[in-house]
């Protein structure tokens, strides 16, 4: 049995391909790194560019405040025609980006178990004493 390749492009016959739009985010943001180390800032610009338009009020990709500031703050230093502070807040970016990724989120944290009115954890609700 053999496995076809899989497009990262999806077509339609009503409206055609369909571009996948995380791909795009990747292909932006890695010409925006290309961009800087080679030092070329008109090619960062627009690639900053591109990467803003995929959120509101040039929040780029990002939702996480954090990440916004960081990546609003490279935008003005690309705009400032601030070499070296662009590469600096680029590295800035990737690290806050690193943290986000390894920080847990509280969504997939299980709960706290709820605590009773002597402050000790109750059992939880599920009838499992969760007390040691």
Known sequence: MSVAAVSSNVSSPLIGPVANPYHQEHQDGFALEQALRS??????????????????NNSGPFVAPKLVQDFQALGQAISSGDLASAQQAALTLRQTYIKFQQSPSPASAPPAPPASD????AASTTGINVQA
């Open 118 to 121: 002597s402050g000790e954890p």
């Open 39 to 56: 030092g070329d800032l008109g090619a960062a610009q627009t690639a900053y560019n591109a990467l803003a338009a995929f959120g509101p």
